[in-house]
Nanobody, 115 residues
Framework: QVQLRESGGGLVQPGGSLRLACTAS????????MGWHRQAPGKEREFVAR???????ILYTDSVKGRFTISRDPRNTVYLQMNSLKPEDTAVYYC?????????WGQGTQVTVSS
């Protein structure tokens, strides 16, 4: 079994920054990609960013391009640096891992952008 633990959420003013982190533990093998989704109140969960482990291909949803940056460390941690945050970025952010044994989700971390 794979566990994902997110951290770094919180309350920030518009224009501010936050850095989310997600660490995978347990039977982690054959990782294909890790990334982030988010779900705002009353909305569907949506894709935010993803990084492939081989080749480091990166994808972003259009609304965060130029403001968010996904990165990883040499092991099984993925980061999401979020700059120039807007109120519409307010959501629960979920980490996702796609691997040889399936797809796994974290519990989510709340990001609130408000003055």
């Amino acid at each position: 079994q794979v566990q994902l633990r997110e951290s770094g959420g919180g309350l920030v003013q518009p224009g501010g920054s936050l850095r989310l982190a997600c660490t995978a533990s347990g039977r982690v093998s054959g990782v294909y990609a890790m990334g982030w989704h988010r779900q705002a109140p009353g909305k569907e969960r949506e894709f935010v960013a993803r990084m492939r482990w081989a080749g480091h291909e990166i994808l972003y949803t259009d609304s965060v391009k130029g403001r968010f940056t996904i990165s990883r460390d040499p092991r099984n941690t993925v980061y999401l640096q979020m700059n120039s945050l807007k109120p519409e970025d307010t959501a629960v952010y979920y980490c996702r891992l796609d691997g040889a044994t399936g797809t796994y989700w974290g519990q989510g971390t709340q990001v609130t952008v408000s003055s």
